[in-house]
């Protein structure tokens, strides 16, 4: 890490090797806390959970953020074959055995839901709860972001696609900083965006969105199927659901369908003022909402 980033950014970056790649985490709070995974999505980072840190070690948990494979200060491979859906899961599940992860929570946002409950799902046993934001875990329901031709139909066009999302890396460069509701500081946005200043380095990013299923057939959709299919194993898990009310890409539809399917759930709970990468917009919120969850569900 650069020195510029331990302002933003104190915390010491480890790494455990996971089916041959490097991924890495931040690790923070008691050996002995309740172990909380905090999984980013498309195109971020570790960083984008920077204010939940000291509100959850605080109170007395274990704040773990890992950087998918692809991302961060995890390897960057080069092979999009290699940063598939399943790949994403499988590399979660080696890092939770490595660290001996019991009765630890899920809080997925983005890619981190399906990627992080689908882990969870390989290890049920050992999984106490989960906060589920800005996400989805269905197929069948492509809302107006993702059906629209500009950006996302041309993100996923073979050539033009290449252009602007590898050429011009309009989403690793510009993503959090582009929609950011509260208006990021400079340094901020270098931090988002840094990881991916290496040619070439950005793959993951690109693999991503050409791996949301919208239609049975395509890339991921079975995958997301098969976690769909054991939602109802993790009726007894409790489980908090979250939405940015300004969210265009999985807002307030995305959270009501999941409350579907997880009738249980506390929630869904707008947060006010904040997109897409809502933690960035209302972490301090959030994170107080999450603290709160936890004391009450699970003391």
């Not at 999505?41 to 000291?54: A, S």
């Not at 960057?76 to 055995?97: E, N």
């Not at 066009?157 to 959090?176: D, T």
Request: proline share 8%; no cysteine; hydrophobic share 40%.
């Amino acid at each position: 890490m650069p020195a510029w980033l331990n302002e933003l950014f104190p915390w010491e970056q480890r790494a455990l090797t996971v089916n041959g790649r490097r991924m890495s985490y931040i690790d923070v709070g008691p050996d002995e806390g309740r172990p909380v995974l905090l999984l980013s999505g498309n195109p971020t980072w570790g960083f984008l959970y920077r204010d939940f840190i000291g509100p959850l070690t605080e109170a007395g948990y274990r704040a773990i953020a890992p950087d998918w494979v692809g991302t961060g200060y995890s390897d960057h491979p080069r092979v999009d074959g290699a940063l598939t859906f399943a790949h994403h899961v499988a590399d979660l599940v080696a890092l939770m055995d490595q660290l001996k992860l019991r009765g630890f929570v899920v809080v997925g946002q983005d890619w981190g839901g399906p990627q992080g409950v689908g882990a969870a799902l390989q290890r049920v046993e050992r999984l106490a709860g989960m906060v589920l934001m800005s996400t989805w875990l269905f197929n069948g329901n492509a809302g107006r972001f993702h059906s629209s031709p500009r950006p996302w139909t041309t993100w996923h066009a073979p050539l033009i696609g290449q252009f602007f999302m590898k050429r011009h890396k309009v989403l690793s460069q510009h993503g959090p900083s582009a929609i950011s509701k509260r208006g990021m500081t400079e340094a901020e946005a270098r931090a988002y965006h840094h990881v991916f200043d290496e040619p070439d380095s950005d793959h993951a990013v690109l693999t991503w969105p050409r791996t949301i299923p919208l239609q049975e057939g395509d890339r991921g959709w079975a995958d997301m199927a098969a976690i769909e299919r054991r939602l109802p194993e993790l009726a007894a898990i409790p489980t908090l659901l979250l939405y940015a009310t300004e969210d265009s890409v999985f807002g307030k539809p995305y959270a009501g369908r999941l409350k579907e399917l997880l009738p249980h759930a506390d929630g869904p709970h707008p947060i006010e003022h904040a997109d897409h990468f809502m933690q960035d917009d209302a972490g301090p919120e959030i994170a107080a909402r999450i603290v709160t969850f936890l004391r009450d569900r699970l003391p």
